[in-house]
């Protein structure tokens, strides 16, 4: 088993606002998580540790009266660990191409819309999710990237612009996953209140 993680690796893993420091963080159950939190979570989740374990480790650098938000959070990542570990192999590319998806806004829709069919609103949380799974696939594979950057042979110049262009992908993938965060709960609401219109 790994010796105890480092207390900056937890780093505000609980944090009730934005951080200060424009630390990249990742909505995990409404809660604002910086990354490297979330990739220690990962890792030692990865190595084996039992999520209890996990949890009396971040409550450690955290504070006990943080114990509800970080269980949410560890059981989160543990879910999340599943679906990724799914995939066998990972890009070795420094750079990930996103295209804008062709899609409208649940937000533009309700607009438009004044009453939704329970199996259109179904299938907005279904591809909701899907496209969530997939950007946490992506958050990891950038990840891997920067870490892999530590290997490579690069004058500094060339080292920061590189490091600078991943921040910068980090960034936009996170940004769209609070947005598919967003569309799961508004169509999730939608779909408790529709249902329950017909009862």
């Known amino acids: 088993m790994s010796s105890s993680p480092a207390p ?3 780093w505000v893993v609980a944090a009730p606002s934005r951080n200060w420091d424009d630390i990249p963080t990742i909505n995990v159950c409404n809660h604002e998580v910086p990354l490297p939190a979330y990739w220690k979570i990962f890792e030692l989740l990865g190595q084996g540790q039992a999520k209890r ?22 059981e989160s990542v543990a879910q999340n660990q599943q679906l990724i570990s799914r995939r066998s192999t990972m890009s070795n590319r420094l ?8 899609r409208i806004s649940i937000y533009k829709a309700l607009k438009n819309e004044t009453h939704w069919e329970v199996p259109i609103v179904e299938d907005t949380l279904s591809a909701a999710k899907q496209r969530e799974r997939r950007l946490l696939n992506d958050a990891l594979a950038i990840a891997q990237q920067k870490e892999q950057l530590n290997g490579k042979a690069m004058n500094p110049d060339e080292r920061r612009n590189t490091a600078s262009a991943i921040n910068d992908e ?18 999730k609401r939608l779909t408790a209140a529709q249902k329950a219109s017909f009862t």
């Open 8 to 10: 900056d690796s937890f």
């Open 53 to 74: 374990e996990v949890i009396q480790s971040v409550i450690r650098h955290s504070g006990f009266k943080t114990l509800q938000v970080v269980t949410e959070v560890v």
């Open 95 to 102: 750079s990930i191409p996103f295209k804008k998806a062709n």
């Open 170 to 187: 980090m960034k936009q993938v996170l940004r769209q996953h609070q947005e598919a965060e967003s569309e799961i709960n508004m169509a």
